[in-house]
């Protein structure tokens, strides 16, 4: 009842005040990156967007997380577009993503922060170019733009100077990408932890607290979308450990966390859940592990990272049919 009290207080003062609006709509921007419209859920994971970048010896993550969000906010607003779009978040948390990832693979110069403040920008006009591309078969760009921009910011820095990577993948030939090497690995007694690093790598991190954090977040607003993060990590987990994938990669949730955005968005986001959502969401996030190996090799030769791009090529193909079991008010 006190939860309901100060949420409506809060949703007045944000339709009331300009400056608590702003606040609001940058705060479910955050929320979005798991599909969720809460600014409580937004403050958590920004919340655990800047303890992740403290652990990982990388504080600037959060800087930027924050400022990439809250630029692309005020690009939105600017540009008088859609405002129940807008005020939900929606083209906020590509951004939001852009934040973690540049300082992720990046040097902190100023060229970094130019970058930032570019990509941030971009994906709000990918958002809508995206949008109105693929409103015919009723899905979403859901984390494309984010993928889109960052992809292009990553290949560039190959070909500028200026732009130095810290830790993007050595490129390499697919045949010597291959190891099957077994690692000593006790997958049951590792799969509770490396479940919740499945649910951090969301984010870039690989942190069981992290990963906690981003559970409540979740759990806040939505107990379907908590319990769907953890079914789509655990599955993930499960079947890159019987594939015998790299066990280092499964380990750290790498195997995992586009699985969890699967799981999320097919089982409580475009569908309500029920048995039926919930087989067709199983299948979902196994063929997600499958295009997960497909561009870790793909990519692997020109040197940048897969991002959340298997979890939206695997997403699209499955909203596409999905028709008959998605309501009409989540197409």
Same mark, same amino acid.
């Given at each position: 009842?006190?939860?309901?009290?100060?949420?409506?207080?809060?949703?007045?003062?944000?339709?009331?005040?300009?400056?608590?609006? $702003?606040?609001?709509?940058?705060?479910?921007?955050?929320?979005?990156?798991?599909?969720?419209?809460? #600014?409580? /859920?937004?403050?958590?994971?920004? %919340?655990?967007?800047?303890?992740?970048?403290?652990?990982?010896?990388?504080?600037?993550?959060?800087?930027?997380?924050?400022?990439? /969000?809250?630029?692309?906010?005020?690009?939105?607003?600017?540009?008088?577009?859609?405002?129940?779009?807008?005020?939900?978040?929606?083209?906020?948390?590509?951004?939001?993503?852009?934040?973690?990832?540049?300082?992720?693979?990046?040097?902190?110069?100023?060229?970094?922060?130019?970058?930032?403040?570019?990509?941030?920008?971009?994906?709000?006009?990918?958002?809508?170019?995206?949008?109105? $591309?693929?409103?015919?078969?009723?899905?979403?760009?859901?984390?494309?733009?984010?993928?889109?921009?960052?992809?292009?910011?990553?290949?560039? =820095?190959?070909?500028?100077?200026?732009?130095?990577?810290?830790?993007?993948?050595?490129?390499?030939?697919?045949?010597?990408?291959?190891?099957?090497?077994?690692? =000593?690995?006790?997958?049951?007694?590792?799969?509770? #932890?490396?479940?919740?690093?499945?649910?951090?790598?969301?984010?870039?991190?690989?942190?069981?607290?992290?990963? %906690?954090?981003?559970?409540?977040?979740?759990?806040?607003?939505?107990?379907? =979308?908590?319990?769907?993060?953890?079914?789509?990590?655990?599955?993930?987990?499960?079947?890159?450990?019987?594939?015998?994938?790299?066990? %280092?990669?499964?380990?750290?949730?790498?195997?995992?966390? =586009?699985?969890?955005?699967?799981?999320?968005?097919?089982?409580?986001?475009?569908?309500? #859940?029920?048995?039926?959502?919930?087989?067709? /969401?199983?299948?979902?996030?196994? $063929?997600?592990?499958?295009?997960?190996?497909?561009?870790?090799?793909?990519?692997? #030769?020109?040197?940048?990272?897969?991002? /959340?791009?298997?979890?939206?090529?695997?997403?699209?193909?499955?909203?596409?049919?999905?028709?008959?079991?998605?309501?009409?008010?989540?197409?």
């Amino acid at each position: 009842m006190l939860c309901t009290t100060m949420s409506k207080r809060w949703n007045d003062l944000a339709e009331h005040h300009i400056v608590i609006q $702003f606040i609001d709509v940058t705060l479910r921007g955050c929320g979005q990156v798991m599909f969720q419209n809460n #600014p409580l /859920t937004g403050l958590l994971f920004f %919340i655990a967007i800047f303890l992740g970048g403290y652990f990982e010896n990388l504080p600037v993550i959060g800087f930027a997380s924050l400022f990439a /969000t809250v630029l692309a906010t005020l690009t939105a607003y600017v540009s008088k577009i859609d405002t129940s779009s807008l005020r939900a978040g929606l083209y906020g948390y590509n951004a939001c993503l852009v934040g973690v990832a540049l300082p992720t693979f990046l040097e902190n110069t100023p060229m970094l922060w130019f970058s930032i403040a570019l990509a941030s920008i971009v994906s709000v006009i990918a958002t809508i170019s995206l949008a109105n $591309f693929l409103k015919n078969w009723k899905v979403a760009a859901l984390t494309a733009p984010f993928v889109l921009v960052t992809w292009t910011i990553l290949l560039a =820095s190959y070909a500028f100077f200026s732009i130095k990577g810290i830790a993007l993948p050595k490129p390499l030939l697919p045949n010597q990408y291959v190891d099957n090497s077994a690692q =000593s690995i006790d997958y049951i007694q590792q799969l509770t #932890p490396d479940m919740f690093r499945g649910i951090s790598e969301v984010f870039l991190f690989s942190n069981i607290i992290i990963g %906690i954090i981003f559970l409540i977040g979740l759990a806040v607003n939505s107990i379907w =979308s908590a319990i769907f993060a953890v079914i789509g990590s655990l599955l993930a987990y499960a079947t890159a450990s019987l594939l015998q994938a790299n066990s %280092i990669y499964v380990h750290t949730g790498l195997y995992s966390f =586009s699985a969890v955005l699967t799981a999320i968005a097919l089982g409580s986001t475009f569908n309500k #859940p029920t048995l039926r959502v919930a087989l067709y /969401t199983v299948i979902g996030v196994i $063929f997600t592990v499958f295009v997960q190996g497909a561009l870790d090799v793909a990519l692997v #030769p020109i040197g940048i990272p897969t991002l /959340t791009m298997p979890f939206v090529l695997a997403t699209w193909l499955f909203l596409v049919p999905n028709q008959d079991l998605m309501p009409d008010e989540r197409q």
